[in-house]
C-alpha cells in the first residue's frame, strides 16, 4: 500500500462497525485482567476522545486509532461492572436474606425444583448489582414483576449471574399494584387460547407466539430440544421480524410514517410481553433501528447493524459478553441469516428472487451452521436432524403463529369461530409435535462432540473464507438486504 492510500477517506458507518466490535472485545477483556485498571473516567474521556477524532477526520491510516478508541471505552465499561460485583465477596458462602424482583416466568428444573431469576438485589438496605440464579422447591405463586425476600447460602454465579442460591426459601411475596399489566395482558390471552386449543398443541402454539417455553410438557421440551427445535420456542428475533413485516407490508398502504409506527409498537409490546432477555433486548435494537433507517429511506449495511447492536447491548449489560449464550447464539443466528444465507442464495440461484419457503429454508440452514460451534463448546453435543427438522417445521411457523392470534381474539366474542379456527390449528401443530418427536426417537438424534476453542475458532475462520469467496463469486450487495422488508 502507497503512503498517500493511508490519507484516503472511510465511509463513518466502517468506522463505527470498528469502533463497536473493539468494545465489545475490550469488554470481554475486562473480565480477565486485573480489576479497577480502566475503571477511571478519564479512560472513557480518552477512548471517547479517539473515537471521535477518528470520525471527524475518516483517514485510512487513523483505522488502528479506532481500534484503541473502542478497546478503551469497552475496558472502562468492563471494570465499572466488575469492580460493582465485588460487593458480592464477602457474602459468598454465607446464609443470609435476599431481597429483588423475579425478571422472568419461573422454570421447572431437572430435579422438580424451580428456577428464579432474581434483578434488583438487595441486601438489607444495601442495593447490589447483577442478577442472582436461585432454585426454589416450588413457585406456583411466583411471576414475573413480583418482590420476593428469599433466604439461603449464596454461592458464586456461573455465566451472567454474580451469586447463586440453591433451594432458597421464599419467605415472603409481594405483589405490586397495578402490577405487570403486559404479564396480566399475555395470561389473560393465554388462557383465551388453552381454552380452545387442547394441550400440549396450545403450550406449542403460544411458545411461537409468546415465547412461552415454561408451559411445554417436560417430555416435548427434551424432544425439541433433541431434534434441534428449541430455538422455534423461545422468544426471538424471528417471531418478532414475523409481525414487524406483516405490520410494514399491512400498513404501508396507508402511509409510511403509520407502518413505522404500528410496527414500533409492536416492537415495544412484544417486549413488555415476553420479556427483556438477552436475545429479545438483541432483537428490539436490530429491528428498531432498521425500522428507522427504512423510514427515512436508508439501510444499514449488516455487519455494521451486527456490531453496533452488540456493543450497545454490552456496553448496558457488560455481563452478556461474559458468559451469556442466550445472547451469543442470537448474534451467530444474526450474522448466518443477514450475511450466510443471501450469498448461499445468491451463489446457486444468482439474482432469481426467492420465494418465501425458498428463503426461510436457506435462513434456517445457514443460522446452523453459525450457531453449531457455540452449541457443541457448550454443550458437548449436536443434533445431527436439526437442519432438517428446521426444513420441515420452521417455514409453518408465521401461519401457526397467525392462526394461534386468531384463535385467541376470537374466542373472545366469537367462541364458534374460535372452534372452527382450532381443527386446522391442531392438525397443523399436531403435525410440528410429530415431527420433534419422531426425530428426537432416533438413536443417531444426538451425538457427543468433543471441540475446542481452537477448533471453534478454526470453523469459523473457515466459514468466514467460504462467505468471502460466495461474496467474491456473486458480488452481492448487502445494502439490498432489510430484515423489515
Known sequence: MRWWHLKQNIHAAWLIAIISISCVVGIWCASVIPQGWFAELSWLLSGGMLGLSVLWWRYVWMVPLAVIGGMVIGLWRGSIDQTELHAYDELYGTTIELRGVVDDDPAPGKTGEYVVRMGRVSYGLVQLPGTVWLTVPHASDL??????????????GFGTFAGTM???DIRQVDRPQPGDVALQVRNWFSNQVKHVLPSPE????????????????????????TAGLMHIVVASGYNLTILVRLAR????????????AVAGGMVLGFLAITGLSPSMSRAALVTGLSLLAWY???????????????????????SYAWGDIGWQLSFAAFAGV????????????????????RQIIGETIAAQLTTMPIIILTFGQISTVAILTNILVVPLIPLAMLLTFMIGIANVGLPWFASLLAIPTVWL???MIHVAIGFAQQPWALVEVHFGVLSLITY?????????????????????????E
Open 296 to 318: 427515512y429511506g436508508r439501510r444499514f449495511h449488516p455487519i455494521v447493524l451486527l456490531t453496533l447492536a452488540a456493543a450497545i447491548t454490552t456496553l448496558i449489560h457488560p
Open 202 to 225: 396450545s403450550a406449542l402454539g403460544l411458545g411461537f407466539l409468546l415465547g412461552q417455553r415454561e408451559q411445554l410438557p417436560s417430555d416435548l421440551q427434551d424432544a425439541l430440544r
Open 429 to 431: 401443530l399436531g403435525y
Open 338 to 357: 443477514m450475511l450466510l444465507a443471501p450469498l448461499i442464495q445468491a451463489y446457486f440461484f444468482g439474482t432469481k428472487k426467492s420465494g418465501v419457503v
Open 143 to 156: 411471576q414475573r414483576s413480583d418482590q420476593v425476600t428469599v433466604q439461603g447460602k449464596l454461592q458464586k
Open 166 to 168: 440453591y433451594r432458597a
Open 460 to 484: 469459523y475462520l473457515v466459514l468466514l473464507g467460504v462467505g468471502y469467496y460466495l461474496w467474491r463469486r456473486t458480488r452481492y450487495n448487502f445494502r439490498r438486504s432489510s430484515i423489515v
Open 249 to 260: 407490508r399491512l400498513f404501508i398502504r396507508i402511509s409510511r410514517f403509520s407502518a413505522l
